[in-house]
């Protein structure tokens, strides 16, 4: 047989077993496990401008229902912290776009009880009809169906509310004063003028002998040193009146709320700002009595949210970051015990199962291991509050993780041995580790304004290695990439290559892309790029072109163009999250989002060998769609690939390995 005939067959029989390989290659799943709780940042925040989605309250046997911005709602069991039952909440098919991406948004505000007929959570709508607002409300019975209805209806445009079977009405008064009109079942009882100014929060008594309302008087349209008070008044018009300290130029998107806890005591949640300048990101928490006195206590410390006491006055809930609620104590706001925890960060270990950070509410955290039984246990002490990226060294004897303005490196069992400062405003912080002893964080310093910045550490002595910007070591090597922009607004970018003393081994040719990024091997030997292409028929998206190169010379292999489900979509795009251990499969998502929202459309799996995409279940694709933003505070799914090989994915608080 001729040399080149045979070579030819030969070229032909491996890309046909290359290709047989990736056609063949499916992933199945392994192993499920779910913290107990929310999903980070899932009851939005002061800052939202869409308002807050969400919400607390107490059924009448003691338990209480937490319902987050993902429509997950969960009744717990208050003596232990431990949920009860686990929901994801589907609005009523009747209400207009119930079925839509950006679709209602729903506010659990309280239990209904109507005479042994309704029982349930109770939970408002708030959602668009033919680009018109519209409210309204349901009640979700154990059966699990929705019973429209609203337990305390008000006329349009006017704001009030009510407890115990009576309800107030805000009425417009004469030289800017509020009439609040308190009515019980058997129709109009009282009406009370308040002082001047603008009522934002308002309710009556248990027994309807009083009424308490949170007031702001402004001094002009938007004034931020407008002043909050609390306003109580009885049925013959006498009003006890006090400021709420440290709560300036309250607006109703920052939702304050006045709770009774029983006849003679209130609970306050109010948006806290030490200046008029300050933009609050959370509420304090304030115990009042019906005197003229200040707050018996006031509870300002994190971001919490929202006050709803217990049917017995002894506990309220909270939440804490928008992630966790909490139980405190109404006589003095001792935190009690949270009902679950929030996983804000993870990464696959060595030898199986999952490292978690928690926010375990009360400003506290922790790491968990998890394992796809569900198995786990904690790891370390104190002073792991606020991780927000954590990451482990190829023999797990290193973990390193990320808090605002610092990185600490810890031992297998979470004892800290060396911490790292950050500047002050850096964030979005990348960590990984390159060998088994080098910890890198890739991050952005809004404070030098010059975009993503580097930091290379020796993980056993802290000491500092390297400092370039946009460098990452690579076994013995560092790899920069580096861009500019071209006179014509044009970007390119670039990987150059250099030694241990410095010297450039190699760089590559510019190219035309605006994401210079890359991602190793996590045995160092290869290296992954991706380079965006244009694509002719949609000028507001890219094409991925993905590639493999040798870090020690600079060698391209040929690569494969991506593109994404939908290549007429602007904003929508592919991203790099991991490189396998056998250098061979990449993992990618696919995403869009502009100003406002955005969304996740699942992952892609890429064979460099084989230079084709590898079809993926279902499940990993559009199982993983989550529209967010615009009010849908939605956890966006993760993925990367363990030290094995599998993947794992992370969706809020929940994890699937796949094989």
């Not at 519209?134 to 704001?159: F, H, K």
Request: glycine share 14%; net charge positive; hydrophobic share 35%.
């Amino acid at each position: 047989m001729p040399l080149n005939r045979a070579a030819l067959l030969l070229a032909a029989l491996t890309a046909a077993v290359l290709s047989g390989v990736s056609s063949a290659l499916q992933l199945s799943p392994i192993g499920t496990a779910r913290i107990d709780g929310h999903a980070a940042g899932t009851f939005s925040t002061l800052n939202d401008p869409s308002g807050f989605a969400g919400g607390l309250a107490w059924g009448p046997d003691g338990t209480a229902y937490t319902l987050d911005g993902a429509r997950v709602l969960y009744r717990w069991n208050v003596q232990t912290g431990r949920p009860v039952a686990r929901t994801v909440l589907v609005p009523p098919s009747s209400l207009p776009n119930a079925r839509a991406n950006f679709g209602p948004r729903l506010r659990l505000d309280g239990y209904r009880a109507d005479g042994g007929v309704l029982k349930g959570p109770f939970i408002r709508v708030q959602g668009y009809a033919k680009g018109q607002p519209y409210q309204t409300a349901y009640t979700l019975r154990a059966d699990g169906r929705a019973v429209l209805g609203d337990m305390c209806a008000r006329a349009v445009g006017r704001s009030g509310g009510c407890a115990g079977g009576y309800s107030v009405t805000v009425l417009p008064g004469p030289q800017g004063r509020a009439t609040l009109r308190l009515e019980g079942r058997e129709g109009p009882m009282t009406e009370i003028t308040l002082p001047a100014g603008r009522v934002l929060d308002v309710e009556p008594s248990p027994d309807g002998a009083r009424v308490a309302a949170l007031r702001s008087v402004s001094k002009r349209q938007y004034d931020p040193s407008a002043p909050l008070f609390l306003d109580v008044a009885t049925r013959d018009g006498k009003v006890v009146s006090r400021q709420v300290p440290g709560s300036f130029g309250v607006e109703p998107s920052g939702e304050p709320q006045v709770r009774w806890v029983d006849a003679g005591r209130i609970l306050t949640a109010t948006p806290r700002a030490t200046s008029s300048t300050y933009s609050p990101s959370g509420q304090q928490v304030s115990l009042w009595g019906l005197s003229g006195q200040s707050p018996r206590w006031t509870v300002g410390r994190g971001e919490l949210r929202d006050a709803v006491p217990s049917p017995d006055g002894t506990l309220f809930l909270t939440v804490r970051g928008g992630s966790v609620p909490e139980l405190r104590r109404v006589s003095d706001g001792t935190f009690v015990r949270s009902l679950g925890a929030a996983v804000t960060a993870s990464v696959p270990r060595p030898g199986g199962g999952a490292l978690l950070a928690l926010d375990t509410g009360n400003g506290q955290g922790e790491l968990r291991t998890v394992r796809p039984s569900g198995q786990g246990r904690r790891l370390g002490g104190p002073g792991l509050e606020g991780v927000t990226e954590v990451a482990v060294s190829p023999d797990g004897r290193f973990i390193a993780t990320a808090r605002p303005g610092s990185v600490a490196v810890l031992d297998r069992v979470g004892r800290t041995l060396h911490t790292l400062a950050l500047p002050p405003e850096s964030y979005r912080v990348d960590l990984a580790f390159s060998g088994p002893r080098t910890v890198f964080a890739r991050f952005e310093d809004a404070g030098s304004g010059s975009g993503w910045q580097s930091r290379t550490w020796d993980a056993v002595t802290g000491q500092v290695l390297s400092q370039e910007a946009n460098t990452r070591p690579v076994g013995t090597l560092r790899l920069r990439a580096e861009d500019r922009r071209l006179p014509s607004s044009a970007f390119q970018s670039r990987l150059r290559a250099t030694g241990p003393d410095g010297q450039t081994l190699w760089q590559e040719a510019w190219r035309r892309d605006d994401r210079p990024y890359f991602v190793p091997s996590p045995d160092g030997r290869a290296v992954v790029r991706g380079v965006s292409r244009p694509i002719k028929e949609q000028l507001e998206q890219v094409a991925l072109y993905l590639y493999r190169l040798d870090p020690r010379t600079g060698q391209a292999s040929p690569g494969l163009t991506l593109r994404t489900g939908d290549p007429k979509e602007a904003y929508r795009g592919l991203s790099l999250l991991d490189y396998a251990p056998n250098r061979r499969l990449v993992l990618l998502g696919e995403g869009s989002g502009d100003g406002c929202g955005g969304a996740f459309y699942g992952l892609h799996l890429a064979d460099l060998e084989a230079r084709q995409e590898v079809k993926l279940p279902a499940a990993l694709t559009s199982g993983l769609t989550r529209y967010f933003g615009c009010g849908q505070p939605v956890p966006q799914p993760t993925a990367a690939f363990t030290p094995e090989g599998n993947v794992l994915v992370r969706d809020g608080n929940t994890l699937n390995w796949w094989r």
